[in-house]
């Protein structure tokens, strides 16, 4: 593995303000969380995840964190390694199928946070009627949610997907940066996000709730 204390302590997209915002809202998790990350040291972009995700776990005792070079990546085989830097979050060993590709740095802090705290106890639930909806998904689903840091109704529709996937184990949403990979973009002929890409076939685009994705996934 990376040695956490090669990576920087520090990061950009996290100043003294920000921090401290980020404290108080960790400090209601309950369960511990951990967080690996498959990074290429030699790229700028795995650098800025490493020290950020190196940075955020610091904030609480609850999170840890292991960090793998790309040669090591069999050893977490459940993590796409086709866009990196890529990280998944797990629980007791067991990956939680929610992972983010790129940096969540921008608006998506927001539902990478809210991931945290949702599998560590800290979230907010469903209402009974909407989770009765998500139990009865059956067919395995994995959610792409592509986005710009900059969009407003990107993190709620990556919220959403993310908080499927930690209620139903037949669903796994990964949130990627699209502008870090080309070739995506290029594939899936993206113009406007957030773009929702269900099974790698079906396509979605614009916001979406939680409801409305529960909608999709039961067609």
Same mark, same amino acid.
């Given at each position: ?12 997209? @996290? ?20 967080? %690996? =990350? ?18 955020? #776990? ?8 292991? @960090? ?10 459940? $993590? ?16 939680? %199928?929610? =992972?983010? /590709?790129? &940096? ?41 949610? #592509?986005?710009?840091?900059? #969009?407003? /109704? #990107?993190?709620?529709?990556?919220? =959403?997907?993310?908080? $499927? ?7 796994? =949403?990964?949130?990627?940066?699209? %502008? ?6 290029? %594939? ?8 929702? &890409? ?22």
């Amino acid at each position: 593995m990376v040695d956490n204390a090669s990576v920087p302590s520090q990061s950009p997209l @996290l100043d003294e303000a920000l921090q401290g915002q980020l404290k108080q809202i960790l400090a209601k998790i309950k369960e511990p969380v951990d967080i %690996r =990350a498959v990074v290429d040291m030699e790229d700028k972009n795995s650098q800025e995840m490493a020290a950020f995700l190196r940075a955020f #776990c610091s904030l609480s005792g609850y999170l840890r964190l292991e @960090l793998y070079g790309v040669e090591e990546a069999s050893q977490v085989p459940e $993590l796409d390694t086709t866009w990196l830097p890529v990280t998944g979050l797990y629980q007791g060993g067991a990956y939680q %199928r929610v =992972a983010f /590709h790129g &940096i969540p740095g921008g608006k998506e802090i927001n539902s990478f946070v809210a991931a945290v705290a949702n599998l560590g106890g800290a979230g907010k639930g469903v209402n009974f009627l909407l989770k009765k909806k998500i139990d009865k998904l059956q067919k395995e689903a994995n959610l792409k949610i #592509c986005v710009s840091l900059s #969009c407003h /109704h #990107c993190p709620g529709v990556v919220a =959403a997907c993310q908080k $499927l996937a930690l209620l139903n184990p037949k669903i796994e =949403a990964q949130m990627i940066d699209a %502008r870090l990979y080309p070739d995506l973009v290029e %594939r899936y002929q993206i113009e406007r996000v957030p773009f929702l &890409i269900v099974n790698g076939q079906d396509t979605y685009m614009g916001n979406k709730t939680i409801e409305d994705i529960v909608e999709l996934l039961n067609n």
